[in-house]
């Protein structure tokens, strides 16, 4: 580790990357997570009860069977309290690329927590997965996230017209122009400290 990174956020030891678990705790977490505006995004269908949260978490949890997961996710942990999420979806192994999404509970924000976790992210997928190149997409007019790219090391490669579909908070789909970044496996390391990773 180069001692001169910073680590805007004080995010260590504190904060760590962990799998997802279906317990209570997470479960609790993720449903409070869910209740800020503009995490609609975040799921396919809303999080509205404790259900719905054990669902979304159960999804990401791969089977012990499945040697080459299309995915890779990760609670960002602080203090022992799930406050955040990275991922990698959509692994595709002929081309060694994957999506990278996140988000981080209202309470934990500013931090640096998102911008740490994925960087500890991709250079996981990197090194431990043989990913080659991580792409993101943000609204337009979501500037923070970003920011959040920027940070982890991620380039902005242009705006893909109407690219995304997303529900509003009111629940009505809109279609998003959409920022793409990528980082590619051999570009520099941002000069951030990325969050440890947790096995259990
Ligand atoms: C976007 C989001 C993930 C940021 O999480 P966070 O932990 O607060 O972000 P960080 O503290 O790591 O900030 C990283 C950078 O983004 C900037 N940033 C974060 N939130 C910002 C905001 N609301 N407005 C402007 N800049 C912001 C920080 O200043 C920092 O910039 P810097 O590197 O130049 O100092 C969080 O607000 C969130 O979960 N939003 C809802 C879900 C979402 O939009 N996910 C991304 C979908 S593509």
Redesign the pocket.
């Given at each position: 580790m180069n001692g001169k990174r910073k680590d805007?956020?004080g995010t260590r030891p504190r904060a760590v990357l962990r799998p997802w678990t279906t317990d209570r705790a997470d479960v609790q977490a993720v449903l409070r997570a869910f209740a800020a505006p503009?995490?609609a995004?975040?799921s396919r269908s809303a999080i509205a009860s404790l259900d719905d949260a054990h669902a979304w978490i159960a999804a990401l949890v791969p089977e012990p069977s499945d040697n080459l997961p299309r995915s890779v996710a990760f609670a960002i942990d602080l203090d022992g309290t799930a406050v955040?999420h990275v991922m990698v979806s959509a692994i595709e192994r002929r081309h060694l690329t994957g999506w990278v999404?996140?988000?981080?509970a209202s309470s934990?924000?500013?931090?640096?927590?998102?911008?740490?976790g994925t960087a500890a992210l991709a250079r996981y997928c990197f090194a431990e997965r043989g990913l080659f190149r991580l792409e993101?997409g943000?609204r337009v007019n979501?500037?923070?996230?970003g920011?959040?790219a920027?940070?982890a090391g991620f380039t902005r490669e242009g705006v893909e017209r109407q690219k995304l579909r997303y529900q509003d908070d009111g629940g009505t789909w809109q279609r998003f122009d959409t920022a793409r970044w990528a980082r590619l496996a051999t570009d520099p390391s941002p000069g951030i400290v990325p969050l440890e990773i947790r096995h259990p």
């Amino acid at each position: 580790m180069n001692g001169k990174r910073k680590d805007p956020a004080g995010t260590r030891p504190r904060a760590v990357l962990r799998p997802w678990t279906t317990d209570r705790a997470d479960v609790q977490a993720v449903l409070r997570a869910f209740a800020a505006p503009g995490m609609a995004g975040q799921s396919r269908s809303a999080i509205a009860s404790l259900d719905d949260a054990h669902a979304w978490i159960a999804a990401l949890v791969p089977e012990p069977s499945d040697n080459l997961p299309r995915s890779v996710a990760f609670a960002i942990d602080l203090d022992g309290t799930a406050v955040g999420h990275v991922m990698v979806s959509a692994i595709e192994r002929r081309h060694l690329t994957g999506w990278v999404s996140y988000w981080v509970a209202s309470s934990a924000r500013g931090r640096g927590l998102a911008a740490a976790g994925t960087a500890a992210l991709a250079r996981y997928c990197f090194a431990e997965r043989g990913l080659f190149r991580l792409e993101l997409g943000h609204r337009v007019n979501n500037p923070a996230s970003g920011r959040v790219a920027a940070a982890a090391g991620f380039t902005r490669e242009g705006v893909e017209r109407q690219k995304l579909r997303y529900q509003d908070d009111g629940g009505t789909w809109q279609r998003f122009d959409t920022a793409r970044w990528a980082r590619l496996a051999t570009d520099p390391s941002p000069g951030i400290v990325p969050l440890e990773i947790r096995h259990p």
